[in-house]
């Protein structure tokens, strides 16, 4: 049996997916789009793009990003920055030693 992602979810991750289903309408109805249009546009069934405005959390994450991608949505996902995870990163990111050649490491 399928598990059920709503079953799971936080209440603020319910309420993210909900947003986001509903910036999806909004885009749609904004370009004067029916849902079979768009459905087609982002190459996704009809059903997928219901789940998708409705907020479900099964839908897989590819079809979000094919629909975000068709109404104009994708580069505001791409703006989503995390300064915790990028400082962290580069805290711990391998230096490259100085001074010693790539050549003298070929001991073969």
């Known amino acids: 049996m399928k598990r059920q992602e709503s079953e799971f979810a936080s209440p603020p991750v319910e309420a993210a997916g909900n947003h986001l289903g509903a ?8 370009r004067n789009w029916t849902m079979a249009e768009l459905a087609e546009r982002a ?3 009809l059903a997928t793009l219901k789940r ?5 959390l099964s839908t897989s994450l590819g079809a979000w ?3 975000f991608e068709r ?6 996902l791409t703006e989503l920055r995390d300064p915790v995870s990028e400082a962290l990163l580069n805290e711990t990111r391998a230096k490259r030693p100085r001074g010693r050649s790539a050549a003298s490491d070929l001991d073969f």
């Open 71 to 76: 109404v104009g949505l994708m580069s505001r």
């Open 52 to 56: 998708i405005e409705g907020g479900s």
């Open 23 to 30: 910036l999806v309408r909004q885009a749609r109805i904004a």
């Open 65 to 67: 990003l094919a629909v």
């Open 43 to 45: 190459r996704v069934s």
